[in-house]
């Protein structure tokens, strides 16, 4: 069983920055891909950003192309999201999740672990 807990959220104005914080309870952590999904009120969960196992090749929604940042660290058993240059619409639930078998790190089928996610408010 994995455990996953989020940190880091809260709100903010328009413009600024937040970075998330992800906990993996895991020994293997290296061969899980991680990535970072958000849930907007009355809206579907959608993809933000993910990190391959292995190789570390990153993935993003276009939403969030050159403002936000995932990392990972295999030592510590962490992931984040550096959140730049934030936008109303970032705000949402952001959830972290990781897979060890994932083909499309874009989709959040793919995933088997999901933390309770972290709330950020982007005010305008």
């Known amino acids: 069983q994995v455990q996953l807990v989020e940190s880091g959220g809260g709100s903010v104005q328009a413009g600024g920055s937040l970075r998330l914080s992800c906990a993996a309870s895991v020994r293997t952590f290296s061969t899980y891909t991680m990535g970072w999904f958000r849930r907007a009120p009355g809206k579907e969960r959608e993809f933000v950003a993910a990190?391959?196992?292995?190789?570390?090749?990153?993935y993003y929604a276009d939403s969030v192309k050159g403002r936000f940042t995932i990392s990972r660290d295999n030592v510590k058993n962490m992931v984040y999201l550096q959140m730049n240059s934030l936008k109303p619409e970032d705000t949402a639930v952001y959830y972290c999740a990781a897979g060890r078998s994932i083909v499309a790190p874009m989709a959040s089928r793919g995933y088997d672990y999901w933390g309770q996610g972290t709330q950020v408010t982007v005010s305008s």
């Open positions: 990190i391959r196992r292995s190789d570390d090749i990153t």
